[in-house]
């Protein structure tokens, strides 16, 4: 039902995961939103896109959180959107498989948190109170996290371990004395882009016991919650536009009057909130409200590395359907190292996946194939735009395609026989489409070496300016609509929507 007693209103910059679930929020508490995004499909990473009448998720492809109790099960039910949504479950007996092509050894990883540590210690029997101990820290460290359970808080109390903020490396290696099996349990990198050395600890944690948990995925196309969230907006009174990009913020005296779009359009509210990368923000702007500290922090904090992504489309029958996700590694020691790209043995580790249709039988439609990749790799196109990067570009990113290929025929032989189409795409791709400086998986990059370099608060110096987003708190599919409730919450008060959404869950 639409709301009758609005009196604040917002608008909220960048149209992706985070601006979505914010607007969601704050919608529901009876203020009238606009979301503005600039591109002409909502959704960021949630957004799809077709290719040979075959749709393609350019992000979402696992979800975590989604389980019966999870936060974002509990979320999506609390804003009514879960049933609007076909979400699956991976398979529960494998919900990872590990390749190494080195030994040729596959790993088929069980979800849940005993099942998880069991498996392990029967490949590793000598390890298997390490193992224990091991998963024992991980899951401790996230109940150090309120906000990842959904528990209110004290906002201005926050207590660690020591641990917390080690390098995840040295992590793993302080509970795992095998080589082979620090490797192995490290594993998931690709999902929080991890370095050796500078990554913190419980962003690993996080990380990892989201997805023992039992991860997800949508069938059809990650767009659904875009739309369900959309949908949301619309109803409680706001709007959600696409095609139409901020250029420019006019501040006086600290606070925000009004925002200009591209194609002319003027907004002011009461509040705002900026859902895109602080950087991109920033450019918006050339207010003294933000000191030049803060700039220079902002534009040389480093960002998370990026990916290269394969898209493959099967002939009708040919290639099984894989209800999970498959890593595959080039050989052991290798996966804190992604970020150093080497054109002789790329891709040194990849992951890949069949995306699941709505009415999902025996085999697969098409596959997606991801592999890290720095942004360096592709700067000399910086200057480009898609669609427009020239032959070198097309014949580059084909070499790519090729090598991916290579990898594929080893784990499956006469698998391009089996392709009908394909296709890739590149750091540039997730820089333009996202807004991404960089083209960066998971916004700023994280050092336990040099945290503050990369904080960022939901406040800013502009009183009527808040943050949210992948940048701030936490990065991904879970950790982003978490951060929506904390910046809604700055705008309708600590532990309103937690409490919410816990009393709302209670009673269904």
């Not at 982003?480 to 809604?488: E, F, G, H, Q, S």
Request: one cysteine or more.
């Amino acid at each position: 039902m639409k709301n009758d007693n609005i009196q604040n209103t917002v608008t909220v910059i960048g149209g992706g995961l985070g601006g979505l679930f914010v607007a969601a929020f704050l919608s529901k508490e009876g203020y009238r939103v606009t979301v503005l995004e600039k591109n002409k499909v909502i959704g960021g990473g949630l957004q799809t896109f077709n290719r040979h009448g075959v749709s393609f998720e350019t992000g979402m492809h696992l979800l975590g959180g989604m389980r019966e109790g999870g936060a974002l099960n509990k979320i999506c039910r609390y804003l009514g959107i879960y049933d609007k949504m076909d979400i699956r479950d991976t398979d529960h007996d494998c919900m990872d498989q590990i390749t190494y092509f080195s030994d040729g050894k596959t790993y088929r990883v069980p979800e849940g948190r005993e099942a998880f540590a069991e498996y392990f210690a029967s490949q590793f029997p000598s390890e298997r109170d390490n193992i224990h101990a091991y998963v024992d820290a991980i899951y401790k460290m996230v109940d150090e996290i309120d906000f990842f359970y959904l528990r209110p808080n004290n906002e201005h109390v926050y207590t660690h371990s020591e641990e917390f903020m080690w390098p995840a490396d040295e992590f793993v290696a302080h509970y795992i004395k095998d080589p082979k099996l620090r490797d192995l349990l490290s594993y998931m990198n690709p999902m929080f882009g991890g370095v050796k050395g500078k990554t913190p600890t419980y962003i690993h944690a996080l990380i990892n016991v989201l997805y023992i948990d039992g991860p997800s995925r949508f069938a059809v196309n990650s767009q659904q919650m875009a739309d369900a969230l959309a949908d949301i907006i619309r109803q409680n009174g706001g709007a959600v536009i696409g095609g139409d990009k901020v250029v420019n913020i006019d501040i006086v005296d600290k606070m925000i009057t009004a925002l200009h779009t591209q194609k002319g359009n003027v907004y002011s509210s009461d509040y705002y909130i900026s859902a895109i990368h602080p950087f991109e923000m920033l450019k918006m702007t050339d207010s003294k409200a933000f000191s030049k500290a803060f700039r220079d922090r902002i534009a040389e904090a480093p960002n998370s590395y990026s990916s290269f992504c394969a898209y493959f489309i099967f002939k009708p029958d040919s290639f099984p359907f894989i209800n999970h996700t498959c890593y595959c590694q080039q050989d052991y020691g290798k996966v804190w190292n992604y970020a150093d790209y080497d054109v002789e043995d790329w891709p040194r580790g990849f992951m890949y996946m069949t995306p699941c249709e709505k009415n999902q039988g025996k085999y697969a439609v098409k596959m997606v194939v991801n592999a890290i990749m720095p942004y360096r790799v592709v700067e000399r196109w910086s200057g480009t735009s898609t669609g427009k990067r020239g032959k070198e570009y097309d014949e580059w990113k084909q070499w790519h395609i090729n090598k991916i290929l290579d990898r594929m025929e080893i784990l499956y032989p006469g698998f391009s026989d089996k392709v009908e189409y394909m296709f890739g795409s590149s750091p540039l791709t997730i820089r333009d489409y996202y807004d991404e400086p960089e083209g960066a998986l998971y916004g700023m990059f994280k050092d336990c070496n040099n945290i503050a370099q990369s904080q960022v608060s939901i406040y800013t110096k502009v009183r009527n300016l808040f943050m949210t987003g992948q940048n701030i708190n936490l990065h991904g599919f879970c950790g982003v609509p978490l951060t929506a409730v904390n910046t809604a919450e700055a705008i309708v008060g600590h532990n309103v929507i937690l409490n919410k959404i816990n009393e709302y869950n209670a009673c269904v």
